[in-house]
T-cell receptor, first 112, second 115 residues
Framework: DTGVSQDPRHKITKRGQNVTFRCDPI?????LYWYRQTLGQGPEFLTY????????KSRLLSDRFSAERPKGSFSTLEIQRTEQGDSAMYLC??????????FGPGTRLTVT | AQTVTQSQPEMSVQEAETVTLSCTYD???????LFWYKQPPSRQMILVIR??????QNATENRFSVNFQKAAKSFSLKISDSQLGDTAMYFC????????????FGTGTRLKVLA
């Protein structure tokens, strides 16, 4: 399978705990995006990497959120001190240059 | 800032019939792309069709076609010969042709194809 993969697919955590999600993009894609999708809404942009450089972060990305893409390959998204409002589907997408984005299956986070 | 509006939260269509999903957007950009993505229940989002703003010709992909009206900032999706497998959430997305190429999505239209 050469598509975008994400791990885990589901995560249930208690409020206040830290969580980390992983995204493996399509191997030749230099651009990687994180989006958040809540129920009944379209995905909202969180952050963007070109290779290993994080070039844009949305205002949605509070200081409890951090993302990395070491060596320009996989990416991780960490949420510290989770809150119930963080419950959402976290989507990763990758693309080549200015072409369309390919999405992973998402990680569904539930904060109890 | 760009915005994308999908005014039809839910739609249904009989199998083999034709349905049109609407999308309007607002931007001051002249160079951009528009996309329709399909998100089946519990499955990942996949690209249905894309349209470059500089192209006057409407994009088509098999049973899927768009009606792109640049002046009106309208980008509707027509699905012909609807199939049960077309049941999904459909999202319209805007991408500026510069900078980070991030997407701005609409809120989606839930389409149900009835047997």
């Amino acid at each position: 399978d050469t598509g975008v993969s994400q791990d885990p697919r589901h995560k249930i955590t208690k409020r206040g705990q830290n969580v980390t999600f992983r995204c493996d993009p399509i191997s030749e894609h230099n651009r990687l995006y994180w989006y958040r999708q809540t129920l009944g809404q379209g995905p909202e942009f969180l952050t963007y990497f070109q290779n290993e450089a994080q070039l844009e972060k949305s205002r949605l990305l509070s200081d409890r959120f951090s993302a990395e893409r070491p060596k320009g390959s996989f990416s991780t998204l960490e949420i510290q001190r989770t809150e119930q409002g963080d419950s959402a589907m976290y989507l990763c997408a990758s693309s080549e240059s200015n072409s369309e984005q390919y999405f992973g299956p998402g990680t569904r986070l539930t904060v109890t | 800032a760009q915005t994308v509006t999908q005014s039809q939260p839910e739609m249904s269509v009989q199998e083999a019939e034709t349905v049109t999903l609407s999308c309007t957007y607002d931007t001051s950009e002249s160079n951009y792309y528009l996309f329709w993505y399909k998100q089946p229940p519990s499955r990942q989002m996949i690209l249905v069709i894309r349209q470059e703003a500089y192209k006057q010709q409407n994009a088509t992909e098999n049973r899927f076609s768009v009606n792109f009206q640049k002046a009106a900032k309208s980008f509707s999706l027509k699905i012909s010969d609807s199939q049960l497998g077309d049941t999904a959430m459909y999202f319209c997305a805007f991408m500026k042709q510069s900078g980070t190429y991030k997407y701005i999505f609409g809120t989606g239209t839930r389409l149900k194809v009835l047997a």
